[in-house]
Nanobody
C-alpha cells in the first residue's frame, strides 16, 4: 500500500491550495481517512477526517470554515481544500487511512497507512 500526497507548495496568506492523496495497492472505499500536519519543532496534530461514506467530517477548530476534506472513491483519493490560508497553517501535511473501524477520528493511532507528507508554506 502506498499513499502519495501532492498539491503542496508556497502560497501567500489568504490564498488557497488543494492537497490530494492517492492510494495504490488496495482500495479504501469503505475506510476512514484523515489529514494531519506537523509544524517545525512541534508534534503532528489532527487536521480533518472523513468517514467511510463521506457522510461525516471533523475538523480541528483552527481550520473550521476554511478547510474542506472530501473523497473520491472511484479514484481512491482523498482531498483537502485549504482556503484563506494563514501563516500558522505552515506545516508538512500527511494523509492517512484506517484499515479497520476504530471509534475515534482524531488520534493518529487510528490510522494504519500514512503518506510521506507534503510541505505547505504560507508567507505572511
Amino acid at each position: 500500500v502506498q499513499l502519495v500526497e501532492s498539491g503542496g507548495g508556497l502560497v501567500q496568506a489568504g490564498g488557497s491550495l488543494r492537497l490530494s492523496c492517492a492510494a495504490s495497492g488496495r482500495t479504501f472505499s469503505g475506510n476512514d481517512w484523515g489529514w494531519f500536519r506537523q509544524a517545525p519543532g512541534k508534534e503532528r496534530v489532527f487536521v480533518a477526517s472523513i468517514n467511510w461514506s463521506g457522510s461525516s467530517t471533523h475538523y480541528t477548530e483552527s481550520v473550521k470554515g476554511r478547510f474542506t476534506i472530501s473523497r473520491d472513491d472511484a479514484k481512491n483519493t482523498v482531498y483537502l481544500q485549504m482556503n484563506s490560508l494563514k501563516f500558522e497553517d505552515t506545516a508538512v501535511y500527511y494523509c492517512a487511512v484506517s484499515s479497520m473501524y476504530r471509534n475515534v477520528y482524531d488520534a493518529d493511532w487510528k490510522y494504519d497507512y500514512w503518506g510521506q507528507g507534503t510541505q505547505v508554506t504560507v508567507s505572511s
